[in-house]
C-alpha cells in the first residue's frame, strides 16, 4: 500500500495523531483539539442497529449464468438468454443469535441474495430451509421473541421456544429440519438455498404461473453434531465467516444449482396442498425440478461495514417477469424489510453502493437524511408534468382474481395437515439420522421446565410418525396415553 497523509474529515493535514494538544506537559486538553474530538467522536457513532434477526452473517458476490431456457415462464431479462451473466450478492446468516453470536450454533441459515439486473435489483431472500415455522406475519414478531433472549433472565429460553412451538403445530416441518443434520451445517458453502414462498412468474404474453425457487450446494452437505458444534464454538466464533472467506481467496468458488418448480394458475386453484402455505413443499413427483443456471461466489468484500453490514435485501425488490403471490408471509415481508432499513440504514439506503442498483434511478424522491448523490439535480420533482420526465411503464401483471371477503380467516380451518409432511420427512431419514435427530430434540426439550408443554409437543410429534413420538416420549420420560 503507498504512503498516505493522514487527514481529518475535511481532508486536511493532521499534524499529531500521538500525542492531544495539552496545556504544558502535565496540562489538560484544550477543546481546540478538534482532531481529538473529530476522532472520539466518529468513534462514538461506530455502531448502527444491527439487524433485528438474521444478526450475524457473512457474504460474497458472484455471478448467475444461464444454463437453460425458461422464457416460456417468465420474461425477466435475467433469465433472456443461456449464457447471459449477472453480478449477484449473497448474505449468509444465522437467525436468533446477535452479531457476535457464534456462527456453528443450531438454528436455520439465511440464504439472501441480490441480483444486480439490468431491469434493477432482484432480491431473493430466502433461507437453507424450503419452509418456514408460521404461516400468518402476525405471529413473527411473537415468535422470533421465544427465539431471543428472556426479558427477565436474559438467556435463550427452551422452554419459551417449546411453548410456541407445541402451540403450533405448523411449526411441525420446519423443527423436524431445524433438528436433523441440517440444523448445524459445517459452513455456508454446505448448504442448499431455498426462496421458500411461492413467487409469480410473468411470462412474454402476460400469463402468470407460480414458480419457488431452489439452490442446490454442489459441494455437498455436511454437518455437526451438537457435540462436535461445541468443539468448534469453543475454539471460534466465526467459524462459517472463515471458511467462505478463506475458500473465497484460495480460488476455491463455491457453486450452487439454480432450479425451479412451476405450477399454473389452475393446478394451484386445484392443488391439494395450499400453493402458499410457507409450512408445505411441492412435492417433486408432482412439480419436479426445472435446470435454470449456476450460481458462483468469486469474490469476497473488500470492506465487511460498507458491503456486508449496510447491505439492504428486501423480498419487495422484484423485477419485470417476476411478481408476488398471495402467500400471506410474503405480503407481510413485503413492508417489513424496507420499514427496518430505513430505521437500521437510513431512508436514503438505496443510495449506498453495494445496495444501488445496475440501471439509473428516476424518482421524484428528494431529501432525507444522508443523501449523496446529487439528489435528482435540476430535474422536478413531481409527476406528471410537461416534460414527461417520469413515465409509468404500465407494464402490468396479468389481473389477480381474488373471490372471498375480507375477514380474519384463520388458516387452520382451512389446512389442519401439520402431521403429513413431517412424518414423511422422518421416514425418509436413515436410521442413524432418525437416532441424531431424536437425540436433538430430547437435549433440546430437556431443558424445557414445564411439563405440559412438553406433553403437547411430543403428542403433535406422535401425530407425524409414532414411532416417532414413542422414542421421544421415552427420552423425555413423559407418559403418552
Ligand atoms: C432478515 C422480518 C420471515 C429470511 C429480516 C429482517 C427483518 C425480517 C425485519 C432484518 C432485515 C434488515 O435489517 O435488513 C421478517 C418478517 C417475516 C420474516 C416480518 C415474516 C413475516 C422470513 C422468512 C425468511 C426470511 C420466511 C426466509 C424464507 C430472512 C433473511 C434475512 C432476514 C435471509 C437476512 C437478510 C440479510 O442477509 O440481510 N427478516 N422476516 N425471513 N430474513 Fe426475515
Known sequence: MTKKTLTQANGSPVIDNDNSLTAGARGPILLQDTWLIEKLAHFDRERIPERVVHAKGSAAFGTFTVTHDITQYTKADIFSDIGKQTDVLLRFSTVAGEKGAADAERDVRGFALKFYTDDGNWDLVGNNTPVFFIRDPLKFPDFIHTQKRDPKTNLRSATAAWDFWSRHPESLHQIMILFSDRGIPTDYRHINGYGSHTFSFISKSNERCYVKFHFKTQQGHRYYTDEEAASVVGKSRESSQADLFMSIEDGQFPRWDVKVQVMTEKQASEYTIHPFDLTKVWPHGDFPLIDVGTLELNRNPENYFAEVEQAAFTPANIVPGIGYSSDRMLQGRLFSYGDTQRYRLGVNHGQLPVNKPKPSVNTTHRDGSMRTDDNGGENLNY???????????????????????????????????????????????????????????????????????????????????????????????????
Open 383 to 481: 409527476a406528471p408534468n410537461h416534460h414527461n420526465s417520469y413515465v409509468p411503464s404500465h407494464d402490468a401483471e396479468p389481473a389477480l382474481r381474488l373471490e372471498r371477503e375480507a375477514l380474519h380467516f384463520n388458516f387452520r380451518d382451512y389446512d389442519d395437515d401439520y402431521y403429513s409432511q413431517p412424518g414423511n420427512l422422518f421416514r425418509l431419514m436413515d436410521p442413524a439420522q432418525q437416532q441424531r435427530l431424536i437425540g436433538n430434540i430430547v437435549a433440546s426439550m430437556s431443558e424445557v421446565d414445564n411439563k405440559q408443554i412438553k406433553k403437547q409437543q411430543v403428542e403433535h410429534f406422535l401425530k407425524a410418525d409414532k414411532a416417532l413420538g414413542i422414542a421421544l416420549a421415552k427420552g423425555l420420560s413423559i407418559k403418552i396415553d
